[in-house]
């Protein structure tokens, strides 16, 4: 009788936890919610912020921590209580520096616990004007013949335009020459400038200067035709089967965020998403919303990691 009743007492404990832990998530949020933002546009997390306090009667605070590249955001928000009450809006700019820095002491997939992918968003391949080439075909044959006399820009070595432009040389065989910037904005003033002729920029930065037609854009690099330009080809259907490059964004929690908060988190947010207006709002900035479970994001996180991971090893790209 004694051995039974031992043996209940933890067993009781841990399903009166799990009852309050699920009270809990039936009251949340009791306060204001922060997101953390690394680099990257604070649009989703602003957008969706203000319709979920609209709902919950809670502020959604945005915080931008933007510089190390996203290794102060990060870290702010893995040290964050794991309660539901901090977030942080993840990208590709972590899955990449899981390989470019591999001594970083946080990682997503060990530090922290998914919620839900919230969009994603593809790359334009953008030319100055000045450059004859008006089809991916055409650029190549260009670079072939002028090896090593055509520049593209980029936000900085090892992010995801830089990385879209190694690709494209590897797969392409050119040689085709990286100049570096500290931001997408420069990297893209400079090519307005002439002083580079390629780039490969984050929809919602190209968007505008494609559709104003100070620039041409001559493909996407997503793997389908993107609903931000469906008049755009992809790079793959032109010439270069398998050729992908996307950016994203979602939510993660610092790890050991309960389940039934996780739980909650994720169905409040892509009930969100999947608004009308929230949809198009996104669409018309250059994202495209891909709500999904944890599970799924968890999954999409580590094919991600796994995708920049070979990507860097094969160009030899190291972290400057």
Not at 207 to 222: C, D, Q
Not at 246 to 259: D, E, L, Q, S
Not at 297 to 303: G, I, M, P
Request: aromatic share 8%.
């Amino acid at each position: 009788m004694t051995f039974i009743s031992r043996l209940a007492i933890p067993a009781c404990a841990a399903l009166a936890a799990g009852f309050m832990t699920a009270a809990l998530a039936e009251t949340f949020p009791a306060r204001p919610v922060r997101v953390v933002v690394g680099p990257g546009s604070d649009f989703p997390p602003r957008l969706i912020g203000q319709k979920l306090a609209d709902a919950w009667g809670q502020q959604v605070i945005v915080d931008q921590r933007p510089g190390g590249g996203g290794a102060i955001a990060i870290e702010i928000a893995a040290k964050g209580s794991p309660d539901g009450y901090t977030w942080f809006l993840s990208t590709a700019v972590y899955t990449i520096n899981a390989s470019l820095h591999p001594g970083w002491p946080y990682s997503l997939v060990r530090d922290f616990a998914p919620v839900t992918l919230l969009a994603t968003a593809t790359f334009y391949l953008l030319l100055h004007p000045s450059v004859p080439a008006q089809s991916v075909s055409e650029l190549i044959q260009l670079a072939r013949e002028k090896p090593g006399q055509l520049n593209y820009s980029s936000a900085g070595p090892g992010t995801p335009p830089h990385l879209a432009g190694e690709m494209f040389k590897s797969m392409a065989r050119v040689n085709i020459v990286h100049v570096p910037y500290k931001s997408a904005a420069a990297s893209i003033t400079d090519l307005l400038g002439a002083h580079v002729q390629i780039s490969f920029q984050y929809a919602p930065t190209a968007l505008p200067h494609y559709r104003s037609g100070k620039l041409r854009a001559l493909a996407v690099t997503s793997a389908k035709r993107s609903a931000t330009a469906p008049e755009l080809p992809t790079i793959a259907e032109s010439g270069l089967p398998g050729y992908e490059v996307i950016g994203w964004n979602g939510v993660h929690v610092p790890a050991g965020t309960p389940k039934p908060i996780v739980a909650k988190l994720s169905k409040d947010i892509v009930a969100t998403l999947a608004l009308p207006d929230v949809r198009e709002r996104m669409l018309n900035v250059g994202l495209e919303v891909a709500a999904n479970t944890p599970e799924q994001f968890a999954n999409f996180v580590k094919t991600d990691v796994a995708h920049w991971a070979g990507l860097i090893k094969q160009a030899g790209i190291r972290a400057e």
